[in-house]
């Protein structure tokens, strides 16, 4: 029998369940919008969102992959790093989705590489460079798309204000539709890569691939193929809770602040899957959402904003403990750790069946919406309100 084949196997596996957790946890990114405003029926939203989701296998590459393999240097890579990693992020995942909190699994899977090798080798294990694009990203991503937004919800007024659409107008509808099959197109295309490039680094430290020139981590033609089905299928199973936050508790969205958060958050993804940075979609969704609601005048929730913004500061800080703890504890000596990390795994595999069996369902989320934003409304009606008048409205 080969021990390490099976390991191996068995620690891909963990990435793949990593990946459908971003699925459904990162699943309000991209419908959270449309839902939010019935511009598309809930229990359909999901399905939508993930065929674009997997979509981004046809054309994109693998830049953001080769920036995540790359954050522990590769002759740190071991098994028990990737999976002390990997343990982190689906903890910190499953935990976030479960009270209905948007955070980054991109920040989350971070955090663990960098804690497992910090507990590996100290600060030469670690890539710093690779590190530090993620932190840049960190800010970057949520001002850009806050702004971007904001600066939306200005040219949306103006085009009302010439057409007389309704906020709720057929047309805005239909351009959600677009701009939210953007944005799961660039969710697929980011954050299944940081899957993919968890795997390239767990065959490299399992002997069963190694680094190129520069420390290039190879990704193998199945890898991708998994990925993003993975995340796909963790897409269409929902993740409801965030997308209740983030599609009603945040701010009161209509289908034109909709459209308007939609092109902030597809600008941070776009550009930052473009330099191959490995981003926060739910930052850059989240921000997007802020922003156009301020504008519109729809008011925002400054309770779920803090209590947002604080699992975000904690997210690496979190993730980083949990995964240094995972690591030293699979290098107790003997049955020691087999007894420790098998503990967590029942404990933690315990806390996600319940989790996963006592949620909320499209239906549920369905049944919040105002009434008033039916699926078709009329193209024009009363001049669109700005201004104060907007903020009434």
Same mark, same amino acid.
């Given at each position: ?15 793949? !369940? #990593? ?20 511009? !598309?029926?809930?229990?359909? &939203?999901?399905?939508? *969102?993930?065929? #674009? ?15 995540? &393999? ?13 999976? *002390? ?29 960098? +804690? ?61 539709? #677009?701009?939210?099959? &953007? ?11 940081? %899957? /993919? ?7 490299? +430290? ?51 602040? +909709? ?32 922003? *156009? @609601?301020?504008?519109? @005048? +729809? ?7 803090? =209590? /947002? ?16 703890? /995972? ?17 967590? !795994? $029942?404990? $933690?595999? @315990?806390?996600?069946?319940?989790? /996963? ?8 989320? =369905? ?5 008033? $934003?039916? !699926?078709? %409304?009329?193209?024009?009606? =009363? ?11």
């Amino acid at each position: 029998m080969d021990v390490l084949l099976i390991t191996v196997v068995a620690v891909v596996a963990l990435a793949v !369940l #990593f990946d459908f957790t971003n699925g459904f946890h990162d699943a309000a990114n991209s419908v959270a919008t449309v839902v939010a405003t019935r511009s !598309l029926p809930a229990r359909w &939203a999901p399905w939508f *969102s993930a065929f #674009f989701n997997f979509s981004a296998y046809f054309v994109v590459g693998t830049a953001v992959a080769s920036t995540v &393999a790359k954050v522990v240097h590769a002759e740190n890579e071991s098994i028990a790093l990737v999976f *002390s990693a990997l343990i982190a992020a689906i903890a910190w995942n499953y935990a976030t989705w479960y009270i209905g909190m948007p955070s980054s699994s991109s920040h989350a899977i971070i955090g663990g590489l960098v +804690g497992a090798g910090l507990a590996a080798a100290g600060l030469a294990a670690i890539n710093w460079t690779a590190v530090s694009e993620a932190a840049v990203a960190i800010v970057a991503s949520p001002l850009v798309a806050f702004t971007v937004a904001y600066v939306a919800m200005f040219l949306v007024a103006w085009w009302q204000r010439l057409s007389r659409w309704q906020d709720n107008a057929r047309p805005f509808k239909v351009l959600q539709l #677009f701009s939210a099959a &953007a944005v799961s197109f660039g969710h697929g295309a980011n954050d299944a890569q940081k %899957t /993919m490039g968890l795997i390239a680094a767990l065959l490299v +430290g399992s002997g069963h691939a190694h680094a190129g020139p520069g420390g290039e981590i190879p990704i193998a033609p199945w890898i991708p193929i998994v990925a993003y089905g993975a995340i796909a299928l963790g897409t269409v199973w929902g993740g409801w809770k965030i997308i209740e936050t983030m599609g009603l508790k945040i701010t009161r969205l209509h289908a034109s602040s +909709g459209l308007a958060a939609n092109i902030g958050a597809i600008t941070a993804i776009f550009g930052a899957t473009g330099l191959g940075i490995p981003v926060s979609t739910t930052h850059a969704a989240a921000s997007s959402v802020t922003g *156009s @609601g301020i504008r519109s @005048g +729809g008011g925002v929730n400054r309770k779920v904003v803090g =209590e /947002m913004m604080t699992a975000w500061l904690v997210t690496v800080p979190a993730t980083i403990s949990i995964s240094w703890i /995972m690591y030293r504890l699979t290098q107790l000596p003997g049955i020691a750790a087999w007894a420790a990390v098998g503990s967590v !795994l $029942l404990v $933690l595999g @315990g806390a996600i069946a319940y989790a /996963m069996t006592h949620t909320i369902s499209a239906e549920d989320v =369905e049944a919040e919406i105002p009434p008033e $934003l039916e !699926l078709a %409304t009329p193209l024009t009606a =009363e001049p669109p309100p700005d201004g104060e008048d907007r903020k009434a409205a």
